[in-house]
């Protein structure tokens, strides 16, 4: 039962991470109105965000939800609570899924009102993650005694 | 509140509250009926299935909190303030009424 919960753990957590990868990048490329498009972003823009933050609202939120239910029952069905790994990971999960409730915001406002524009931090997002991501990759794959 | 249900999941702030109703009912349960099956009846099962609700909740809670503040523009210090509370036993109840005025009054 275990090893079927975290193969599906990990199935959840790959469909988040693709789901939130991508989001920083396209907020800050179709977020900024292009040169010719005056102070409003464009309605091609704001309609191709508007099928982003579906995707995101289907197939990343869910994943999310289910990457926590399962990867709790996982951390007291194996006792890893007391593990220092554990601790500093889902100290990073919470950060991520942070991030997750912001940038499920900004879509919201992005295509909900035309005179707001993608915040400038979202061009370092997807990097941010990609670091975050590592450094749980480590967490988990080492366990290393912190 | 009494809107239908689909109401209230397309409403970020309603959202919101019904999270902090959950992560605050949570919390009170966690530290006030768990923890002294623990500690005083020596049933730690208690802890075991509160411990991980609680931390769902919590989650959940912050996901929702960001998801609002961003979409809507909060400043700082509303932001701080519906943090700190689902901290403290009946918080989220508490600053119930900060967030129905912020649903009555957006910005």
Known sequence: MYLWVKALHVTAVIV???????TPLLIA?????????????GKGRRAALGIVRRHYLVLATPAMLITWALGLWMAVEAGWM???????????VVGLSALHGVL??????????????????????????????????????LKPDL | MNEPLVEVLRNPIARLR???????????????????????????????????????????YLVLLADTASGAGWNWRDVGRTFAVCFVPFGTFFN???????ELNPR
């Open chain 2, 96 to 102: 119930d009424a900060f967030l129905r005025r912020k």
């Open chain 1, 16 to 22: 988040w991470m693709a789901g939130m990868v991508v």
């Open chain 1, 82 to 92: 007391r593990y220092p790994w554990l601790i500093g990971k889902l100290a990073l």
């Open chain 1, 104 to 141: 499920s915001g900004q879509l919201r406002r992005l295509t909900t009102d035309a005179a707001h524009v993608a915040p400038s931090w979202t061009r370092y997002g997807t990097m941010a993650l990609v670091i975050c991501i590592a450094i749980i990759s480590v967490l988990v794959i």
């Open chain 2, 18 to 60: 019904w999270a902090g109703y959950f992560e605050g009912t949570t919390l009170i349960l966690l530290l006030g009926v768990a923890v002294p099956l623990k500690r005083i009846w020596d049933m730690p099962e208690w802890t075991s299935l509160m411990g991980p609700i609680h931390g769902f909740a919590f989650m959940l």
């Open chain 1, 29 to 41: 490329w179709l977020g900024r109105p292009a040169a010719d498009e005056g102070a409003e972003m």
